[in-house]
């Protein structure tokens, strides 16, 4: 069965702080894809992130960065520095070929002046 | 760029009453989705659809129904809403060709069931 952990119903930091958001997966495939969306206070759902089973490279977008490890079936999300305007629920998402989303619960981040 | 719509984004029903969500996207996918919101369960697939004509069920099917009968719109209905129902729905789309892809969401509606 595929399923995704996330661990940390919510998290408080103050900002300027960095802060690491955990994702667990479960999943028999060798082929998935992993996605971060983050649902600002607005309540949109907005894409942060893909990254496909075959690319372990981490990657960093500003001061966004994600370490994807195969070997722990994490894929987890990274702030630095972060700010106000990063409150706001993180979902990390499970996917396959052809197939459907599994969500994980969300991880409600509010970063405090 | 519309992306993806949902009309209407707030509605309140009495138990039992029916109603009918929309959701129309401008990008020519394939793929559709409706999803409901729930505190701490994250999103949960209601129904989906493959093209237009096509329908299926998804995690949590009980108590709604769906249609596309155009490939750029999804309805979902509820038939006899319940309380249980009230929640925050989303509706998605994704291409074909990028079925991999990640997911385009609509703003949401949020349904309260008294």
């Known amino acids: 069965a595929q399923k995704v952990t996330q661990a940390q119903t919510e998290i408080s930091v103050v900002e300027k702080e960095d802060v690491t958001l955990d994702c667990v997966y479960e999943?028999?495939?060798?082929?998935?894809?992993l996605f971060w969306y983050k649902q600002p206070p607005s309540g949109e759902l907005v894409f942060l992130i893909r990254?496909?089973?075959?690319?372990?490279q981490n990657e960093i977008s500003g001061r966004y960065s994600w370490n994807f490890q195969k070997s722990t079936s994490s894929f987890n999300f990274t702030i630095t520095a972060s700010q106000v305007v990063d409150s706001a629920v993180y979902f990390c998402?499970?996917?396959?070929?052809?197939?459907?989303?599994?969500f994980g619960p969300g991880t409600r981040l509010s970063v405090l002046p | 760029n519309a992306g993806v719509t949902q009309t209407p984004k707030f509605r309140v029903l009495k138990t039992g009453q029916s109603m009918t969500l929309l959701c129309a996207q401008d990008?020519?996918?394939?793929?559709m989705y409706w999803y409901r919101q729930d505190p701490g369960m994250g999103l949960r697939l209601i129904h989906y659809?493959?093209?237009?004509?096509?329908?299926a069920k998804g995690e949590v099917p009980d108590g709604y129904n769906v249609s596309r009968l155009k490939k750029q719109n999804f309805l979902l209905g509820l038939e006899s809403a319940a309380p249980s129902q009230t929640s925050v729905y989303f509706c998605?789309?994704?291409?074909?060709?990028?079925?991999?892809?990640?997911?385009?969401f609509g703003e949401g509606s949020r349904l309260t069931v008294l």
């Open positions: 998605a789309s994704r291409q074909l060709a990028a079925n991999t892809g990640e997911l385009f």
């Open positions: 999943t028999r495939d060798t082929t998935y894809y």
């Open positions: 990254r496909n089973s075959f690319d372990e």
């Open positions: 998402a499970l996917s396959f070929y052809g197939q459907n989303f599994v």
């Open positions: 990008m020519n996918h394939e793929y």
């Open positions: 659809s493959v093209g237009e004509g096509t329908t």
